[in-house]
């Protein structure tokens, strides 16, 4: 090509470079209140789930952005639970980060159901002694992040092939239940503040209980 040809053609791209309108800038996307991102969140990570209206009021068993969920991306769960937003976003992470990766790896195949046995439940903590009086609260206990929507109590998990894992059976042993749950267990802490096994006392025999709560707690 002659350096002249060359030159030609530069300045025909310039000019048409020059000729056309200046780019537009893109409209921002719209600001979304925190709970209303929260909600597309749950939304655009394909959970099943219905707002619900908030719930309690001033401070007592107050949840702002109350959902229902009965299913995450991964897997079904063994009956609807009533927890907030930002905890429902945090329980579908943990599925897919740490539930999913441990049943892949330690049994090939996914976990199909979540077995839980609470989320949101007005109350205050339990505590061995309220236990031995078969009471629901401790007197002047402090409320139980149940009592917020920030936590939930699973009790096993139920992989693909119908495979039954419970924390009440299977926590202790050598085989690989409870490696899977142990596994499971250990990696939740790094994403609830608190995380109670049936290591931490016989009220957590037959559970994981995960909060959210400003707590800092990993009972293994
Ligand atoms: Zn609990």
Redesign the pocket.
Known sequence: MSVRLVFAVLTLALLGACSSPPPRLAAPPPILDPDSACLKDLRDRRMAFEPQAALGNSGTCAIANPVKVTADSQTSWNRPGVMSCSMARTVERFETQVVQAAAQRIFGQKVAKLHHM?TYNCRTRRTETTVASADMGSRGGRL???GKGQ???VGGFELADGTMISVKTDWKGAGKKSEFLQAVARASCEHFNVV?TPNHNKLHAD?L?L?IGPHKLCSM
Request: glycine share 10%; net charge negative.
């Open positions: 609470g139980s992040e149940h936590a939930i109590d109670l559970h209980h909060d």
